[in-house]
Antibody, heavy 123, light 109 residues
Framework: EVQLVESGGGLVQPGRSLRLSCATS????????MHWVRQAPGKGLEWVAG????????GYADSVKGRFTISRDNARNSLSLQIHNLRAEDTAFYYC????????????????WGQGTLVAVSA | SSELTQDPAVSVALGQTVRITCQGD??????ASWYQKKPGQAPQLVMY???NRASGIPDRFSGSSSGLTASLTITGAQAEDEADYYC????????????FGGGTRLTVL
């Protein structure tokens, strides 16, 4: 069974940094692209960032480019999202998701999702 | 604003058929995926690629597309289908950018 478990969320002051993690199991992590998606309170889904299976293809939403960094550790089956200079508008549930395609640099459909971790940015 | 456009809300009588649509230029060259999101739950993939149902999705869900519009159809809607539905796709010819529509809230009456 595929499992994705996010951690690292919490209440953070504006301007601070935060690192989210996603522990995975139940599939060959190194074979799949991975993504972060967020949902702010009362808003829709927003794709944040994606990384290919071998990290040679990385993309970010325009709204987070320059402040967010996605990375992966294939040896530890884990995905991370480093967030700098947090803003109130970054308040959201952050979901880790596994791509459906195997061993390709192209991003596709998000097949499996974690339960999310809440990031709240407030003074 | 989203690069994929969805109607904010749609309603359907229990047991009837409903179509949820998604429009965008990127659908000219990319397939849409469909996701179901219920309050307090993780999103769930419903449809992907050329009309493929994700694992565990009932066959009352189906997909179609025409030009710049993709559609998700629920034939014989059930109470448990009440949820927010989002389309998603790659952005234009990009390999590394995904976009979602603004979502459609489905109410089953």
């Amino acid at each position: 069974e595929v499992q994705l478990v996010e951690s690292g969320g919490g209440l953070v002051q504006p301007g601070r940094s935060l690192r989210l993690s996603c522990a995975t199991s139940g599939f060959t992590f190194e074979d799949y692209a991975m993504h972060w998606v967020r949902q702010a309170p009362g808003k829709g889904l927003e794709w944040v960032a994606g990384i290919s299976w071998n990290s040679d293809n990385i993309g970010y939403a325009d709204s987070v480019k320059g402040r967010f960094t996605i990375s992966r550790d294939n040896a530890r089956n884990s995905l991370s999202l480093q967030i700098h200079n947090l803003r109130a508008e970054d308040t959201a549930f952050y979901y880790c998701a596994k791509d459906i395609l195997i061993a390709t640099r192209r991003f596709s459909s998000l097949e499996h999702w974690g339960q999310g971790t809440l990031v709240a940015v407030s003074a | 604003s989203s690069e994929l456009t969805q109607d904010p809300a749609v309603s359907v009588a229990l047991g009837q058929t409903v179509r949820i649509t998604c429009q965008g230029d990127t659908l000219r060259s990319n397939y849409a995926s469909w996701y179901q999101k219920k309050p307090g739950q993780a999103p769930q993939l419903v449809m992907y690629g050329k009309y493929n149902r994700a694992s565990g999705i009932p066959d009352r869900f189906s997909g179609s597309s025409s030009g710049l519009t993709a559609s998700l159809t629920i034939t014989g809607a059930q109470a448990e289908d009440e949820a927010d539905y989002y389309c998603g796709s790659r952005r234009d010819s990009s390999d590394n950018h995904v976009v979602f529509g603004g979502g459609t809230r489905l109410t089953v009456l």
